[in-house]
């Protein structure tokens, strides 16, 4: 069942070519891990009929350092998903996630040996913990990371010559992506975050498990005993009201008890919204398009704007060009800086822009 719901979900797009080259993000979680055991069977299946033509490659990025835990035992996991990686016998990469601020091409290494540590530096520490401490909230945070990590993945495909990048986000994860992104400003990019192929650059991001949800990937790593831990994030052991995105998923999760269908009716709605048209100016941060509002005298973010202005009662006139590389949503992420985003956006525009 599993099998053919992840075969069919690729092979009803008719978007990856055969024999095409992917790039699968591996984090060690399960889904994730389930992802890279549904398409290793797929790969090296015998039967002709069921077998995917596909060349996959696989990427670990480390996020130690988002996390609470010592040091020690941060290491100790990225060497356990690095040896696990390197057993699936294709093409692997690693990295970590304070690499994106890395200025030369040397961000990321190609795994060798089942011993081989990710790449970091000092630099790119004392930026990446700038540039995250500054964020007030921990929904920010979660959101930045999760850009950053997008656009990490994005370079590495670039880099490589790679042109799709396979998620393993399931459908219960989108559900509570979705919801979010609404809440957070970002309703233009429904489409492209809960759609099965995210389009917005030259290399497309696949949702193969976005049919699944959390019981069947439960499942799937139990009966095939496929080898994964729990991911530790920002949020992990918190009050459900930590972060717009933890209050989300804990609202989605309490509804599925009681209508077994939640995940599947959010997902589907969100599949009928459809994209913007096709414009030239694109979200330094996120990559999505931007609406010109320029020639436009009405506007819902300049209406957003005005009725921010008369609540604080603030008499300056409205800069409604400010952050004009930027979407609604990543002006708002921006805003909850402590400091003047400025000090920031410049180094997002550069490492965008190359």
Request: aromatic share 8%; glycine share 4%; proline share 3%.
């Amino acid at each position: 069942m599993c099998r053919h719901k992840f075969r069919a979900t690729i092979g009803k797009s008719n978007m990856i070519p055969h024999k095409s080259r992917v790039l699968v993000a591996y984090s060690g979680g399960a889904a994730s891990a389930a992802l890279c055991d549904m398409l290793l069977d797929s790969v090296r299946n015998p039967d002709l009929h069921k077998k995917l033509n596909l060349e996959p490659a696989f990427v670990f990025i480390d996020e130690s350092i988002c996390s609470l835990n010592d040091e020690s035992s941060t290491s100790s996991v990225a060497s356990s998903e690095v040896e696990l990686m390197h057993c699936f016998g294709f093409k692997s990469f690693i990295t970590s996630l304070e690499m994106y601020f890395e200025p030369t091409d040397k961000f990321y290494e190609q795994v060798i040996h089942e011993s081989q540590v990710p790449l970091s530096s000092d630099y790119c520490k004392q930026k990446w913990n700038f540039v995250l401490n500054n964020f007030k909230s921990l929904t920010s945070k979660e959101e930045y990371i999760r850009r950053t990590r997008n656009l990490l993945l994005l370079k590495l495909a670039e880099k490589e010559k790679i042109p799709f990048v396979f998620l393993g986000t399931m459908g219960s994860r989108l559900a509570i992506n979705l919801l979010t992104d609404v809440l957070q400003g970002k309703g233009n990019q429904l489409h492209y975050e809960v759609g099965f192929c995210d389009d917005r650059h030259e290399v497309k991001f696949v949702k193969p498990l976005r049919e699944f949800v959390k019981k069947e990937i439960v499942f799937w790593n139990q009966m095939r005993k496929v080898k994964y831990r729990e991911t530790q994030t920002l949020t992990t052991k918190r009050d459900k009201n930590a972060s717009l995105s933890k209050l989300t998923e804990a609202f989605v999760t309490s509804l599925e008890r009681d209508f077994p269908a939640t995940v599947y009716t959010i997902v589907r709605t969100g599949n009928k919204l459809k994209p913007l048209e096709k414009a030239e100016i694109k979200c330094s941060l996120c990559l999505s398009q931007i609406d010109d509002e320029s020639n436009h005298q009405y506007s819902a973010t300049k209406a957003l704007l005005l009725s921010e202005k008369l609540s604080k009662n603030v008499h300056e006139e409205i800069d409604f060009h400010t952050h004009k590389k930027l979407c609604y949503g990543c002006r708002i992420l921006m805003k909850d800086s402590l400091n003047s985003s400025m000090e920031i956006i410049p180094e997002i525009c550069a490492k965008s822009d190359s």
